[in-house]
């Protein structure tokens, strides 16, 4: 007796059926990437935020007090981190910072002063004027686009040892000094968040300086 075989059988053995199921799984996997490539609407909204709040920043701030927006690869912020730099004399530093003037001044060491750092005059009119503009677009106005301000203070190499002023103190200085003027402008002290962080990042951006980093985000889950 002739026996037949299951046409489902040849079938599963054929060459050309596990060919297609390879393209198959080839074809998901790249339809996942793209996916994943392609932003969501909630980063889409953050984007659109930054490019509004830079051009708010660029047209209302005079450009010799205006902030360096730092690259997000620099630090590997995540969308919806923006990082504004103010730097003590950059552009005869580093490249890419295009301020001349000092923005903080190192006060000397007393038995009643607290204040290891303090804003210069120019240092004050920048921060306002960057002030002026975020309160425009914060938690308590009408045309909201940011809810949190994370202010970083920086140091460079302390080279006068006789003050001993540890980096960690005077970044934090800076830190301060800067939050003070924020809140005195109207900022709400509640948005604001203080940090010194010494030498940590001098591999990264060198010298004294102040990184405002404007989040946002109202979950935190950036």
């Given at each position: 007796m002739r026996r037949y075989r299951s046409g489902n059988s040849e079938l599963s053995n054929?060459?050309?059926?596990?060919?297609?199921d390879l393209m198959v799984a080839l074809l998901f996997f790249l339809l996942l990437v793209i996916i994943m490539m392609v932003p969501n609407?909630?980063?889409?909204?953050?984007?659109?935020?930054?490019?509004?709040?830079?051009?708010?920043?660029?047209?209302?701030?005079?450009?010799?007090y205006r902030p360096n927006l730092l690259s997000t690869l620099v630090k590997k912020d995540p969308i919806g981190r923006q990082r504004w730099v103010y730097k003590n004399d950059s552009a005869t530093r580093e490249a890419g910072f295009h301020q001349?003037?000092?923005?903080?001044?190192?006060?000397?060491?007393?038995?009643?002063?607290?204040?290891?750092?303090?804003l210069t005059p120019d240092g004050k009119k920048a921060i306002t004027a960057l002030a002026n503009v975020l309160k425009q677009y914060?938690?308590?106005?009408?045309?909201?686009?940011?809810?949190?301000?994370?202010?970083?203070?920086h140091t460079g190499e302390i080279r006068d040892k006789?003050?001993?002023?540890?980096?960690?103190?005077?970044?934090?200085?800076?830190?301060?000094a800067v939050a003070r003027l924020f809140s005195s402008e109207g900022l709400p002290p509640y948005v604001l968040k203080v940090s010194g962080r010494g030498q940590q990042d001098e591999r990264v951006v060198k010298g004294d300086r102040v990184e405002i980093i404007v989040e946002y985000s109202n979950t935190g889950d950036l």
């Open positions: 054929h060459p050309f059926r596990s060919m297609f609407n909630r980063h889409l909204d953050f984007i659109r935020a930054e490019e509004f709040m830079q051009e708010q920043v660029n047209r209302i701030t005079p450009e010799a001349t003037v000092q923005f903080f001044a190192e006060m000397p060491l007393s038995g009643t002063n607290e204040e290891r750092v303090i914060g938690p308590e106005s009408r045309n909201q686009k940011w809810y949190r301000i994370d202010i970083e203070g006789t003050n001993h002023v540890e980096p960690w103190e005077k970044s934090t200085s800076i830190a301060i």
